[in-house]
């Protein structure tokens, strides 16, 4: 499980990428082949940023996959085994006494069920890559090789292969034959971006609302005094305009 607190980041494709590359370069180093599942989350998992990504993966020569389905649920009629894990945490959430940081939160997730115990890591921002950098290496298709205009969002499985500059798709699982769709290769020497060499997104983090502050400062009474200089140091709006909170002073 990846996790980031909200002044790190967002919670948009440029996030769902950089964990996926963070699983994939620390856990799939030696694997032929990596079958993804996702929800149909248009914005998060099935969208050109990702497409980029998954091609740039299949095709780095620092990892050795050469194939990646990438799979997605039919909305409304299936779930994912994942959706069961996070009941395991939100059931012990309500048995916890208070959470007042962000590590307490992690060690909840670790220690959600008895065996089998989940791997969380806590992304920062300098886990946090800009995966939309390797759009411009790529030029968008119109269409398929049936000549049919690309829609994302009627596909339910694309694959992409080391062999073939592009990926092959059905629009639903009982398909037994595949279209493909062709991808050009549109980088040039100035501006190929890699894997190895994305930069960060929010080098200076993700500040929060001054609202969202206002109110975590006037709750920060009921947090332990061990705990509540990590809530008056998040980064806001209006971070050079306000006074330290009186507790701290």
């Known amino acids: 499980m990846f996790c980031w607190v909200e002044g790190a980041a967002k919670r948009g494709s440029i996030e769902m990428g950089s964990c996926l590359l963070k ?3 620390q856990n799939c180093s030696t694997w ?7 929800d149909s989350c248009g914005g998060q998992t099935r969208n050109w940023n990702i497409m980029c990504l998954l091609l740039s993966i299949v095709n780095d020569d620092s990892l050795q996959l050469k194939k990646i389905p990438h799979r997605f649920m039919w909305s409304g009629h299936s779930y994912l085994p994942n959706d069961c894990d996070f009941s395991h945490i939100k059931k012990r959430k309500k048995a916890a006494v208070a959470i007042t ?18 791997h969380v890591y806590q992304m920062e921002k300098e886990d946090i890559l800009d995966i939309s950098k390797l759009t411009g290496n790529y030029s968008k298709p119109k269409k398929d090789s049936r000549d049919q205009t690309v829609k994302l969002l009627q596909m339910h499985e694309m694959i992409y292969e080391r062999v073939f500059s592009g990926y092959h798709y059905r629009r639903s699982f009982f398909d ?3 279209t493909t769709v062709e991808i050009q290769d549109s980088r040039q020497r100035s501006s190929n971006c890699t894997i190895t060499s994305l930069p960060m997104v929010y080098p200076d983090g993700v500040p929060i609302t001054h609202k969202k502050y206002q109110d975590l400062q006037e709750l920060i009474k009921y947090v332990p005094p061990v705990d509540q200089h990590w809530f008056v140091s998040l980064k806001h709006d209006a971070s050079n305009n306000d006074p330290v909170h009186p507790d701290l002073q």
């Open 176 to 178: 037994s034959e595949v």
């Open 101 to 118: 940081s962000p590590q307490q939160y992690i060690h909840l997730m670790k220690s959600a069920r008895k065996s089998k115990l989940y």
């Open 32 to 38: 032929d082949e990596l079958v993804l599942w996702s």
């Open 23 to 25: 699983f994939i370069q």
